[in-house]
């Protein structure tokens, strides 16, 4: 929590000092107001001094008005400061799980990155705000009372010995059994985010095998272990402020007690006795405050160890120190070079994985040529295009794009050199133009309907409300299945870039429809290199290539007809959707 701490807030060092002078001023402040009461009743009251009461008085008032203006200062400056710190912090985060690969995301998993990103931030972020308003003056306040109380008098200042250590002990077996219980509240409600998430999502297959009951069930199951966890919390918190003032309570009246007799004997002033309890009024306050904080730091503790765990992180694939530059590429209008893709003996295993999901995987993919990749489920078809722009790093091997190693060169430039469209066509809340931006943020609406007509999407874009402004909810929920697809496709293909990666993207789309597009992108992409994953057999029988995998391996390479005649695995999979009829077609 310092580290984090310390890093954040060194931006606010100038406010933070402003913060602490006027905190110290406005505790001295306070330390002085009993001492001028109890002159008050000593010079004034007891000699009849009018003028003295009324000066000092005065002065009091004067006092007063000038440490609630410095109250306010410093409580506006420390609530900019701990609401800039929280953004700071949210920001880090963010732009640290944008450079994390798949392999992190999947190692805190989505709903705890939002959980840390949200809840912890603010955890640390209200500590933040109350010690820059509160638990700084709570020190001053007990060792100023406790050296003003000594000052007033000696004998009876023995029962601060007492009392202190006491409040303390206190504390410290509070804090001992709370920060175990925080430390688990925060994983609990990773796991309420986690099944709330998986909820929102697979709500339609909740609903179809009618599993409404049992979701609500697993739900009430993680929110009552939170509520179980929480309850014993606040039950151990709940001691402590009636203990806490019942000891200030027993220990006024022992002031009392012992201060009437000293003041009796004639061996302290009145006056000194109405300053010391209100010395010991504020220290006793003080440490109240400081078990009210105490309530909150060792939750943001917690969290600031879970923030500091996401920012420790180092992806596993991340830019080299030195990129190597990569080739210019011309323009599609000089012909378009570049977009080779070369595996070399590429071998790839999951992290902690024993066995290697890719084996020796070698192969060729040209400027002009469509190579397609076929298999059985499971065979890392995938996982092979996922390796083109460095989802993840090889472990064996290498993936070269216009021949050099995507290792050594800067992910952005390697980026920009590929079209992507995922298996799961995932689209942004906003409008169609917003969306197919994301592919060049410069694009004419020309160029989007260019793109739009390519990838057979012009049609029902056309139909919607609005053309290119209509609105696309989180998700792409409000478009059909085909529908996003077509729409991610045209993102891609705002892009304009020299290789294309089609990852099982045609199967949400009827056949009329899949082979106008997949000529679409034979005519208007004839420069480019396209890789295209797909389960549908019509779908890449005319590619120049088709690569056949099986295991991680690439157990065929040719093109239909070739492996048609030669390749056991391919046939398998030709015959299991066609007709020997339609195969040879």
Same mark, same amino acid.
């Given at each position: ?26 505790? %001295? ?5 009993? !001492? ?19 000066? !000092? ?6 006092? !007063? ?27 880090? %985060? ?38 820059? @308003? ?44 709370? $920060? ?25 297959? %909740? ?30 918190? #709940?001691? !402590? ?5 019942? $000891? ?156 050099? *190693?995507?290792?050594?060169? *800067? ?32 694009? @004419? ?67 009329? @429809? ?17 890789? %295209? ?9 005319? #590619? ?9 391996? $690439? ?13 056991? @695995? ?16």
């Amino acid at each position: 929590m310092i580290r984090l701490l310390r890093t954040y807030l060194r931006p606010y060092s100038t406010q933070i000092l402003i913060v602490l002078g006027l905190l110290l001023v406005q505790s %001295i402040g306070n330390l002085y107001l009993p !001492t001028l009461n109890g002159d008050i009743i000593n010079d004034g009251v007891a000699k009849g001094d009018n003028d003295f009461i009324l000066r !000092t008085g005065g002065f009091m008032l004067v006092v !007063t008005l000038v440490l609630g203006v410095a109250s306010i200062i410093a409580v506006y400056l420390g609530a900019r400061t701990a609401m800039g710190f929280g953004r700071d912090v949210r920001s880090a %985060i963010f732009r640290k799980v944008e450079s994390f690969g798949q392999v992190e995301v999947n190692q805190f998993g989505p709903a705890s990155l939002i959980t840390r990103n949200t809840n912890d931030v603010q955890q640390v972020q209200m500590v933040v705000f109350m010690t820059l @308003t509160l638990i700084i003056t709570a020190p001053i306040l007990i060792i100023g009372g406790i050296i003003l109380a000594i000052r007033q008098d000696v004998p009876l200042s023995g029962l601060l010995v007492v009392v202190l250590p006491i409040m303390a002990v206190f504390i410290g077996i509070i804090m001992y059994r709370a $920060i175990p219980l925080f430390r688990a509240m925060q994983v609990k409600l990773d796991r309420i985010n986690q099944v709330m998430r998986e909820t929102l999502s697979g709500v339609r297959v %909740i609903r179809a095998f009618v599993r409404t009951r049992d979701e609500e069930e697993r739900f009430d199951e993680a929110s009552l272990d939170l509520f179980d966890t929480s309850i014993r919390v606040n039950r151990l918190f #709940a001691l !402590t402020i009636p203990v806490m003032t019942g $000891i200030l309570n027993l220990s006024t009246v022992a002031v009392m007690w012992f201060g009437a007799m000293r003041v009796d004997s004639g061996q302290m002033p009145i006056g000194n006795l109405t300053a010391f309890l209100q010395y010991l009024l504020q220290i006793m306050f003080s440490m109240l405050m400081a078990v009210f904080m105490f309530v909150f730091v060792p939750r943001a503790a917690v969290s600031a160890g879970r923030i500091q765990e996401v920012l420790d992180t180092e992806p596993l694939v991340r830019d080299p120190e030195q990129p190597r530059p990569m080739p210019a590429i011309a323009g599609a209008s000089d012909g378009r070079v570049g977009g080779r893709v070369d595996f070399r003996d590429v071998e790839f295993r999951y992290p902690g994985a024993e066995d290697p999901v890719l084996h020796d995987l070698s192969f060729t993919a040209r400027p002009g040529e469509t190579v397609a990749i076929v298999g059985s489920t499971g065979a890392g078809k995938s996982t092979l295009v996922n390796l083109i722009p460095r989802l993840y790093d090889v472990t064996g091997g290498a993936v070269l794009v216009d021949e050099m *190693d995507v290792r050594e060169v *800067d992910r952005s430039d390697l980026w920009r050199r590929i079209g992507l469209v995922p298996q799961k066509a995932f689209l942004f809340s906003g409008t169609v133009a917003d969306n197919l931006r994301y592919g060049d943020e410069d694009a @004419t609406d020309e160029e989007l309907w260019r793109a739009l007509e390519i990838a057979q999407a012009r049609d029902f874009v056309e139909e919607m409300e609005g053309g290119l402004e209509a609105p696309i909810t989180q998700g792409g929920t409000n478009v059909s299945g085909g529908q996003r697809q077509r729409l991610a496709i045209a993102r891609a293909l705002v892009k304009k870039a020299p290789i294309y990666v089609f990852d099982d993207t045609f199967s949400a789309v009827d056949f009329g @429809t899949d082979a106008r597009l997949r000529a679409a992108l034979d005519r208007e992409l004839g420069w480019a290199t396209r890789i %295209i994953v797909a389960q549908r057999v019509g779908t890449i029988m005319n #590619a120049d290539r088709i690569l056949v995998m099986d295991a991680g391996r $690439i157990v065929g390479e040719g093109t239909h007809a070739e492996l048609l005649a030669g390749n056991e @695995t391919y046939q398998e999979i030709v015959y299991s959707q066609l007709t020997e009829a339609e195969a040879v077609a």
